[in-house]
């Protein structure tokens, strides 16, 4: 899961999908000196990565840089303790700020999911190019898209409904990613 999770977080960011590989394991190993706990996310998520697209605007030198900066920030707050300065910001923030990111990555993302290639990622400019761009919409690919879609909503449905919810989840995103892979496959061959 971790490979074509990042090669998705490095487009996101706007830099070339191997730098999400390398997002992935350079993190880990820095954190096998540096981390202090098991249960924790290491490797690019996509807050992160709408915050690299916004800053660097696919400058590749930049983003490792600031990745970089970053980096010597939390071990610096990490060595002098500061993590209960994250206890001085409120819910409704993080969930405000996890919703918008959330949204803003969505609204970038449906160009790709209608066949459009010249979609801005810009949610206001996302919007407005859901009425002016209609005409560039490749129907092969919407309904391909829209179908995965719908797949994995009534699959979602049937786990909330199934007594054995992690062998349905499972089964359900393995199934829909082999076969929407084999069946573009098949429409591009």
Do not use: H
Not at 21 to 46: E, H, M, N, Q
């Amino acid at each position: 899961m971790v490979v074509p999770q990042s090669l998705a977080y490095a487009v996101t960011a706007n830099l070339p999908a191997v730098y999400g590989l390398y997002a992935s394991y350079i993190g880990v190993w820095v954190y096998i000196f540096f981390g202090t706990s098991k249960d924790v996310t290491v490797g690019p998520t996509s807050i992160m990565s709408s915050l690299v697209a916004s800053t660097a605007e696919g400058d590749i030198a930049y983003a490792i840089c600031l990745s970089l900066v970053a980096g010597i920030y939390m071990l610096i707050f990490g060595l002098l303790e500061f993590g209960w300065v994250m206890w001085l910001i409120s819910y409704p923030t993080l969930a405000g700020f996890t919703s918008a990111a959330a949204i803003k990555i969505a609204a970038g993302e449906i160009g790709d999911l209608v066949g459009i290639s010249d979609w801005d990622s810009d949610f206001v400019d996302a919007c407005e190019d859901v009425f002016t761009k209609y005409d560039q919409i490749r129907w092969t690919d919407a309904v391909l898209g829209f179908s995965c879609l719908g797949i994995l909503i009534l699959l979602w449905l049937l786990q909330k409904l199934s007594a054995m919810k992690y062998a349905v989840e499972q089964q359900a995103n393995g199934f829909t990613g082999r076969y929407y892979v084999w069946r573009s496959y098949g429409m591009w061959a």
